[in-house]
Each structure stands twice: as structure tokens, then as C-alpha cells.
């Protein structure tokens, strides 16, 4: 580095002073010339004999000397200056670009649509740029990373840092890692860095994907909310042929034929058949339903069509129902679909928390400009810090393929789309209470031609 300042600013300065050189030396020679002459004429005038003529020698000699060494001593002097302001301007210039140049890397790196963090080899934080600070909640520098990235005490047992450090070679995670303080999904890299002073770090790439989970999970839903659809409708068609012959066949009895003990059988199979009906119906009307514009929707019935899709479900024998509806509630506007889904998570949570029975009360009132739906069950409940984590993505409680953790974040933000809110107050053994808040829909505001739709 010291060479490459040297040569071109040396070359520079004695560029720039070469006509001051041959006038210093001009004005040199002309003096010494000066100064020869004038010793000459003094030698003339007084150095007769030989004594005289040395002391006049010696003079000369000394006197020109002193006035040559004085001028290249004149030129040198000046010369370091000069170098020495060009070697100074050159170092401030340099270090102002080295200055810009880190600078400009700072707000590249910070720019990253990923999270960056630099390891030592005691996995300790040594650099981190500004994603990756918002992504774990706070300033990482000279944290552990297993503190500050995991929120754990201990190194974890598959460190990809560790493997990296040990193979010197890049690692991808298979998976997906959840912060527990902020609830953001990642997907990690490390590769490893060796600096010129032989020093090993490792780089962690964190990419953010908790929105392509929550669109992955979203799209799964769909797929089996329309595969159940298209099952419900086949079921429907398929069964309401014989049922339709059966019933007809029931019509044709005559009850006064009949022997007095087989009145009632027949009674309870036309009521049973009937029922049968019905619950066909609500499957193909359910199947049918699936809208994807934004309406006018009743809080109301799509509680009661979530309950009755799930009155089927075995858990639902042990559970006893209540519903408490006020029917001054307004309607609300937004997809019934994205509701129906909304309401389905809180009440499949509510039943997974009750494994021994209990009591679901569905509440649906207007709060105000807003309508307030409650689902509360007396089931096993959460303590405060299972309720703090509720909706981070992927977090459960659930045994392994019995849930994705995905639930209630997918339905806040449904609701959060729409200006909407959930809250959720528990306690253990004392159950949980599912709070959402909806916008009232003003009927006298809504478009043309919406209130058909009024659910």
C-alpha cells in the first residue's frame, strides 16, 4: 500500500516543480558566478603576494560553498514540503474514499433482504446488520448466537455454524427455525469466511419466509376446504338417490295396516330419513357457498354453519353447545369464506382443548361501530407464556400431524386484512376465551345490490 502511495505522487510533485528547480538553479549559478567574479577582482586588487592571494583562495572557497549548500538546501527543504502536503492530501483523499467506500458497503449490507450475522469461533456475535436486528428483536453484537438467535442457555445440539466451522464448508438447514420472540420464520445458511490475518468466521444467511408459509398453509387450506366441497357434493348426489327411494317407499306404507308396536319404527325411520335429508342439504349448500368476493355476511350464520359442520365430529358427543346471539347484531363486510375459516380454527381449538367434554358457548354481539364475537370452552386453558407465543407461525402445542401451528396466525391476518382484531384471554383450568372484533357493515352505505347476500 505504502509503494503504490509513493510512486505516482513523486512523480506528480517533481512534475509540478520542475520549472521552479531550473529557476532556483538559474538564480544559484548566477550568484556563485556573481560571487566568483567578485572574489577575482579582490584577488586583483589585493593578493600581490602569496599570503594574501591563499587567505582570498580560501575564502572564495568557503564563501561559495556556503552559498551552494544554502541553495540546495533551499531547493531540498522546499521539495519536502511539498512532497510532504501531496503524501498528506493524498492520505486524507484515500482515506476519505476508504471512508465512502465502507459506507456504501454498510448500506449495501443493510439493504439485504436477508438477516446477516458474523460468528467466531466461540459463536459469539461479531457483526450484524440492521435486518437481522429487527428480525431477532434487538442489538446482537457480542451475544452468543444461540442466546440471541434461539433464545436458549446452551448451544444447540444441530448447529450449522459448528458444522461449518468444522468442515469449512457451506451449510443449509433442512427446515425452517422460528425466532420465539418475534415469530419470524427462517431458513438458514452458513458459509464460512477466513480473513488474510488467518482468523475463521462463519456468515449466517437468514432468509425470512414466514409469509410463504402462511401462503403455503393458506393455499393448503383451500385445497381441502375445495376437495371437501367437491367430496360433499358427491357424497350428496350419490346418497340422495336411494334416500329419495327409501323415502318414497315410506310414503307408500299404510299405517293403518300396519300392526300397532311397528307404527312408532316406521315414525322413527321417516324422522331418521328426514334428518338424513337435512344433513345432506347443509353438506351441498356448504359445498356450494365458496365465494371469493367480499359481501355482507352474518356473524351469526356462519357460527351456526361451523357448529353444524361440526356436530359430526366424534369429539362433539362429550361437549355441550350454547349459542348466545343478539339479533340487533349488524352484519359484517368481508369474504364469508376467509369468516367461515376464522371460525373454524377457534372452534376446532376449542374442541381439541376440551379431550374430556365440557361446555362451547358462542357469543355474537355489536361492541359499538364493531360486532364482537366470543368462543369460550372450559377446557384445559394456557398458562402466560404458551398465551404469548398463541400466534407466532408454526408454534403449537399439538402432538406431531396433529396440527401446524398455523391456525390462529392465519386467522389474525385474515382478520387484520378486513381491520379486525383477535384477542385471547386464558388461564390454565380455567379454559380459553377467543375474542374478534369485526367492523360493522353500515347497510345504509353498502353497494348496490349486496344485500342479497346478506348470509
Known amino acids: 500500500m505504502q509503494d503504490t502511495l509513493a510512486g505516482p505522487t513523486e512523480t506528480v510533485i517533481l512534475d509540478r516543480s520542475w520549472p521552479e528547480l531550473v529557476r532556483l538553479a538559474a ?6 558566478l556573481f560571487l566568483f567574479l567578485t572574489w577575482e577582482g579582490v584577488e586583483q586588487a589585493f593578493g600581490r603576494d602569496d599570503r594574501a592571494a591563499h587567505r582570498i583562495h580560501y575564502a572564495r572557497g568557503l564563501s561559495t560553498s556556503l552559498i551552494t549548500a ?12 511539498r512532497r510532504e502536503a501531496a503524501l498528506s492530501a493524498e492520505a486524507v483523499q484515500r482515506a476519505r474514499d476508504a471512508h465512502e467506500a465502507r459506507r456504501l458497503l454498510e ?4 439493504a439485504t433482504p436477508a438477516s446477516l450475522v458474523v460468528l467466531d469461533r466461540d459463536f459469539t456475535v461479531v457483526q450484524a446488520n440492521r435486518l437481522a436486528e429487527r428480525v431477532h428483536g434487538g442489538p446482537l453484537v457480542g451475544q452468543r448466537c444461540y442466546g440471541a438467535l434461539a433464545g436458549r442457555n446452551e448451544r444447540c445440539r444441530e448447529c450449522p455454524a459448528g458444522e461449518t466451522f468444522a468442515t469449512a464448508m457451506m451449510r443449509v438447514t433442512a427446515g425452517t427455525h422460528t425466532d420465539p420472540r418475534t415469530g419470524e420464520v427462517l431458513a438458514v445458511e452458513t458459509h464460512p469466511l477466513r480473513l488474510p490475518d488467518g482468523k475463521d468466521y462463519v456468515l449466517l444467511v437468514e432468509r425470512v419466509v414466514t409469509e410463504q408459509k402462511k401462503l403455503q398453509a393458506r393455499l393448503l387450506h383451500q385445497e381441502k376446504m375445495a376437495a371437501f366441497g367437491l367430496l360433499a357434493a358427491g357424497v350428496a348426489h350419490e346418497m340422495g338417490n336411494p334416500l329419495a327411494s327409501v323415502e318414497a317407499q315410506l310414503q307408500l306404507l299404510d299405517e293403518a295396516r ?17 334428518r338424513l335429508r337435512r344433513i345432506l342439504r347443509e353438506m ?8 371469493d368476493e367480499a359481501t355482507l355476511v352474518c356473524v ?11 356436530r359430526h365430529d366424534p369429539r362433539m358427543r362429550s361437549v355441550r353447545t350454547r349459542e348466545e ?7 359484517v363486510f368481508m369474504v364469508e369464506d376467509h369468516l367461515m375459516q376464522v371460525v373454524l380454527n377457534l372452534l376446532l381449538n376449542a374442541l381439541d382443548a376440551m379431550p374430556g367434554g365440557g361446555t362451547l358457548r358462542s357469543e355474537v354481539r355489536p361492541a359499538g361501530a364493531h360486532v364482537a364475537l366470543r368462543v369460550h370452552d372450559t377446557g384445559i386453558g394456557m398458562d402466560r407464556a404458551t398465551l404469548g ?8 402445542t399439538k402432538a406431531p400431524g396433529k396440527g401446524t401451528g398455523l391456525g390462529l396466525s392465519l386467522s389474525r391476518d385474515i382478520l387484520h386484512a378486513v381491520s379486525g382484531e383477535i384477542e385471547l384471554h386464558s388461564a390454565p383450568g380455567k379454559g380459553t376465551t377467543a375474542v374478534v372484533t369485526l367492523p360493522a357493515a353500515a347497510l345504509d352505505a353498502a353497494r348496490p345490490g349486496l344485500e342479497g347476500h346478506v348470509a
Open 284 to 291: 351441498v349448500d356448504f359445498a356450494r357457498r365458496r365465494r
Open 70 to 81: 544554502s541553495a540546495v538546501g533551499l531547493v531540498g527543504w522546499r521539495q519536502h514540503r
Open 27 to 32: 538564480a544559484g549559478g548566477l550568484c556563485v
Open 107 to 110: 448500506v449495501v449490507v443493510d
Open 258 to 274: 300396519l300392526a300397532t308396536e311397528d307404527v312408532p319404527v316406521v315414525a322413527t325411520v321417516r324422522q331418521e330419513v328426514g
Open 300 to 310: 351469526q350464520s356462519v357460527v351456526c354453519d361451523a357448529l353444524r359442520l361440526l
Open 325 to 331: 346471539f343478539d339479533p340487533e347484531t349488524p352484519p
Open 389 to 396: 407465543h398463541c400466534f407466532e407461525p408454526l408454534f403449537t
